[in-house]
């Protein structure tokens, strides 16, 4: 048993009267307090997976479940960074993340939870923005305050859906590293967080990352779940073993990265053609 086991998934959507299996027979593991990443062309099924993860939607067969207990619905052991837009519109960037926080951890007084909520907004950059609302914001910003809320609300599994995805090409960069950084070191704790927090230092969230990106996915993952689409299933379950923590600098200069790289672009174009 994993910390997610996810066993013969299938997922069909009904759509006007027609049947459409978006998921067929996915099974993979994921271990705790590893960076798994989710890849495959438009349309595979990467968002109806995670949706299936995060307790949005029951599978049409097979199951999915967490610790050993069947997904039945969202809950404090999980958070979303979703692939477009994660935030309350009617709410600033600062209530936003503090009533995440308030979701998992509802004893905290409010001066508290707007504390942490504070902390965590520095640490994407946004503690100039935090009194703006959603629309007053970039793309990119908007999603670093929605990797803030889902960071600072310290869930031990995190489910990221194509988070950079609209983030311009040095955002995405800088928060690829923000990221890998925050999860290497294990809780995003430290001094910078300034009130009593239960966290365990040194231990690694569990995240399940979805991406199209075949660079983003090396730099970040563990392990590369590749998927085929019409009906998405597992392609390939690629281990990525580099040494962390990993410098984007250095892994890029090095030969295995670049085999690696072309391995897999080799294996997405075999299935997909140039639909990437
Ligand atoms: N609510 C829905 N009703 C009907 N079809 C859907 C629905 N959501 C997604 N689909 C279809 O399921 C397939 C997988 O979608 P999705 O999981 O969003 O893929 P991805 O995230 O990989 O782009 C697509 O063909 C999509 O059109
Ligand atoms: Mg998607």
Known sequence: MGKIDIENLTVRYKDGGQEFTALENVSFTVEEGEFVSVIGSSGCGKSTLLSVLGGLRAPSSGRASISGAVISGPGP????VFQHYSLFPWMTVLDNVAYGIKQVKKGLARNDRLKLA??????????????????????????????????????????????????????????????????????PDGAVVPVDYPVTRGKRKTIVFV??????????????????????????????????????????????????????????????????
């Open 118 to 187: 504070r902390a965590f907004l520095e640490k994407v950059g946004l503690e100039n923005f935090k009194h703006k609302f959603p629309e007053q914001l970039s793309g990119g910003m908007r999603q670093r305050a929605a990797i803030a809320r889902s960071l600072a609300m310290n869930t031990e599994i995190l489910l990221m859906d194509e988070p950079f995805g609209a983030v311009d090409a040095k955002n995405r960069t800088y928060l690829q590293e923000l990221l890998l950084k925050l999860w290497e070191g294990g809780n």
């Open 211 to 276: 991406t199209h990106d075949i660079d983003e996915a090396i730099l970040m993952s563990d392990r590369i779940i590749m998927l085929t689409g019409s009906p998405g299933k597992v392609y390939k379950d690629i281990n990525v073993s580099f040494t962390r923590p990993r410098a984007r600098a250095v892994l890029i200069q090095t030969p295995e990265y670049t085999q690696l790289r072309n391995d897999l672009f080799a294996l997405f174009f075999n299935d997909f053609g140039s639909n990437i």
């Open 77 to 80: 052991d999980k958070s979303m």
